[in-house]
């Protein structure tokens, strides 16, 4: 399991205008790398389980996590691109400020080759 201590970012905060990146996407991306945990990268065809955890679960929805987060995975080498995820299973729960968190586990898809 790979746990990044930051709250995830929106969809809706990536990107302005025409799809370019906002200050909060690099400020995201940049805080996760840094305690981003050292492992291999899966190579391949995997599937990934996302658990979000978030103060403002009622207001947030689910899909909005999920594009930051894939991005994130890729910089962190976790695996070798976002088009190899051929499987996902997200989930919100509700925490307060200080335990904000993404949990990931990436496993790979042997039987999907």
Request: net charge positive; with cysteine; hydrophobic share 40%.
């Amino acid at each position: 399991m790979i746990i990044i201590p930051i709250k995830p970012i929106s969809t809706n905060r990536l990107f302005q205008g025409r799809r370019f990146k906002t200050k909060e996407y690099d400020a995201f991306i940049n805080a996760a790398l840094y305690f981003a945990p050292k492992v291999p990268m899966i190579k391949g065809i995997v599937s990934l389980r996302c658990d979000f955890y978030v103060k403002n679960v009622e207001r947030s929805d689910l899909d909005n996590f999920l594009k930051g987060t894939l991005d994130l995975i890729v910089k962190a080498n976790y695996i070798e691109d976002d088009r190899l995820i051929y499987k996902i299973i997200a989930r919100k729960f509700k925490v307060d400020n200080e335990n904000e968190r993404i949990e990931l586990r990436i496993k790979p898809l042997k039987e999907l080759k």
